[in-house]
């Protein structure tokens, strides 16, 4: 298998926008393109992510709907969908194409609207991520999705809901360092622990909010990226899945998927955990941020929330997570998400991260979790 | 000689007139629901349809106080995970349990919930 370096990265600003999700990413995958350096004509293959376009912009075929825009229509695109791991989908199969030897240069990304529509029809959208049959008539949400995992994590593990808050908190401060960021304002345990329940014992502020955005990162082979001023090398990528049915799942206060696609992918870099210096994962709501700092083995099953209260995981900290704020402060396009925490951590390991930045940071891993629990993917990278 | 396999229709019919069924694996006595194609632990199909008693406690709960459009004039309402006394769990509405007295561990009895149009989800209320 050849070496897989990441060498262009590009993102727009998350937050309200007036224009399409392939206009999103058209913007972001212009400027990884610069970024990287290399000509449009150069790249071989688009593998796009966009979860909601069908319900929120009537759109399907977003895949070479975006390659249009974007101004390249010919080569081979392909949409994935993984709910809120789309475009970690993509760029885990890109990373294959390419090591495999099929392809040299590949652009992956993703873009999602939300904002068009009102929180009520996003509301339904996420939930059909969930089960149509099971869980869905019952009115299941997103928040409730992770709401039902807190509950579960607090009655084994004695996690509070000002550690989930200290999660918000230490995210929003990351988000005010990030110029890309939806919300960059630091917020307080007190505000997190006064907003509204949105699923008890989730409120308002542990919820990441909607967003409109597009990423893009450009893959290249190694004989391709040595050309490169600071390629970012793959040294693993891995997916696992997991039951549909919350039902299914045998302790709701885990993420199998997490632990497996977290193993697969330490293996394949031959590192473990301790050797990350710098952790870009999927904090749709604050209780994932804790759930998922321990399936990934940075913490103990069940110290994830202290972890968090101490400040562990702050910029400064023993391992800093999520330094560009996050799904929580930096935003949630969901399509766009997986390739936006690939593009973060490639700038941290670049050292191009600014206020941000993670000192010396020499190895960074990228997790990002489908809907509820069912997909989850691990990437890890590092730098020469 | 091969079971009809419990369709997600046959359950609802079922869970209409208060039963819940699950089924049990012929080859090895795994028991499972909603109906599966073939046995999560040994992968055969040789299902058998096991009514059960429909008695359980609460593994988690929330109450859901922002809903999707349909669901937006029953807020706020509780969904939590039941654990049957069969050892499988179903996520489920709960009814005529106060919110404030939610727990974990709390017993409840499965409750067909029948909608206007006579189609039936799954309910609980108070053992
Ligand atoms: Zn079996």
Redesign the pocket.
Known sequence: MRRVAVIGVGVTKFGLHDRTSAELFAEAAREALTDAGIRASAVQALYYGNVVGGETEHQLHTGPQAASVLGIPSVPTTRFETACASSHAAFRHAVMEIAAGVSDVILVGGAERVLNVSTAESTEYFAYASDAVWEQPLGLTFPGVFALIARAHMEKHGTTEAQMAAVAVKNHRHGALNPKAQFQKPITIEQVLKSAYVADPLKLFDCCPFSDGGAAVVLASEEVARKHRKPVWVLGSAAASDWMLLGDKRDLSRVPATERAAAAAYRQAGIGPSDVDVVELHDCFTIAEIVATEGLGLFEPGAGGRAAEKGLTGLGGEIPVNPSGGLKAKGHPIGATGAAQVAEIVTQLRGEAGPRQVEDARKGLTHTLGGNTATVLVSLFGRD | MTEPTITARVFFEKARSGQLTAIR??????LAMPPKEL??????H?WQPVTLVGDGTIASFTVIRVAPRAHAADVPYAVAVVRLKEGVSILGRIVDVPLDKLAVGLPVRFRPLIAKDLTASVGFGPA
């Open positions: 694996c012929g080859a090895c006595g795994e046995c999560p632990s040994c992968h055969a040789q």
